[in-house]
């Protein structure tokens, strides 16, 4: 081909790209990336027409071959790199997300940036030993990054070890103490999601300690006393969270008569939706959902009242709700 038909064949396959007419620009592509292998341009062009037109794999070959290229070179652009961790990290392709991760790594040993897409793509594919090598790595690299303490903890956590969790959470604590509620808020979080409930329940006390007029803590706190099965210690921590913002109080009530009524605490949920529909009488929501609780409990009479003051306020018939869960 020469140098005047690759241009016009190029100008064409863009043309038909902007009229979203991907097939026929693939064709094109694809003759210009084998006529002039070395020039990226057209192979980055076959890549992303494939990609628009849902053909992520195919797409991700080609950003493959733009990826290898990249890694030989002095200076790493990541471009291709960027992209195929977006596509592997859509398409839940772990396997092949480390992979990358651990060939850009590997290219470049010193960039922290590289390192902790590695370990976040280890901890995704619940690589526990990977992902605490490579925060090692990150905490020793750059050891006053709370950001990698608390990723060493998460990793702990994937391996089962709240404690050495703790650890590495409190690390991360000392380094920015201003910011020490919201870390280990995150511990709280990753202990509970893991069924370390007393692990987490400590973690949120350490948060209200620094900060006990924080709505969102006492929350966390009652979401671990439900799984403990304290209802009403979380009652009482939800409590606190509605009185200290009371714009919120019906949502803060309503989140826990729906957890309590997973939990199957169904006397205990109908009191909380009922403090729902008492900060906000007049949303229909609220009013279904304690109907549901009442049916949950055979109490029909409350449960038809309830069904009538979400009719007077939306013009709608409700028949009897099916119980909530659990």
């Known amino acids: 081909m020469t140098e005047n038909s690759i241009s016009s064949d190029r100008n064409r396959a863009d043309a038909l790209i902007r009229e979203s007419r991907y097939e026929e620009a693939i064709e094109i592509y694809r ?9 990226d341009s057209h192979l980055l062009a076959l890549a992303w027409a494939l990609h628009d037109s849902g053909r992520p794999e195919e797409a991700a070959g080609c950003f493959e071959r733009l990826f290898e290229k990249e890694l030989t070179r002095r200076l790493f652009t990541g471009f291709a790199y960027d992209e195929l961790v977006r596509i592997y990290r859509e398409g839940k392709e772990w396997e092949s997300l480390i992979s990358v991760c651990e060939r850009a790594a590997d ?33 020793a690299l750059e050891p006053d990054s709370p950001d990698h303490w608390c ?27 201003a910011d020490a509620p919201v870390f280990f808020r995150r511990l709280a979080v990753g202990c509970l999601r893991a069924g370390h409930l007393e692990k987490a329940r400590a973690a949120f006390a350490r948060c ?8 969102v803590f006492w929350i966390g706190l009652g979401d671990v006393l439900i799984r403990m ?3 009403e210690a979380a009652v009482d921590a939800y409590g606190c969270a509605a009185s200290l913002n009371p714009a919120t109080a019906g949502s803060c009530y309503y989140r826990l008569g729906n957890l309590l009524t997973r939990e199957g605490f169904h006397p205990l949920a109908s009191e909380a939706f009922t403090k729902a529909v008492a900060a906000e009488p007049e949303n229909p929501r609220f009013l279904l959902h304690l109907a549901a609780s ?30 909530a869960a659990g």
Request: charged share 30%; proline share 8%.
């Open 208 to 215: 209200l300690a620094a900060r006990p007029a924080e709505p």
């Open 294 to 323: 009442y049916t949950a409990r055979d109490l029909v009479a409350l449960a038809d009242a309830a069904l009538r003051r979400v009719e007077a306020l939306t013009g709608s018939a409700f028949g009897k709700p099916r119980p």
């Open 229 to 231: 099965g304290e209802p």
């Open 31 to 39: 003759r210009l990336t084998e006529a002039r292998p070395e020039e």
């Open 107 to 139: 290219a470049q040993p010193e960039d922290a940036g590289l390192l902790r897409t590695l370990g976040e793509a280890c901890l995704a594919a619940g690589k526990a030993e990977r992902a605490l090598h490579v925060f090692e790595r990150l905490t």
């Open 151 to 177: 990723s060493l903890g998460d990793a702990w956590l994937v391996a089962s070890d709240p404690g050495n969790a703790d650890v590495a959470y409190l690390r991360a604590a000392e380094i920015e103490p």
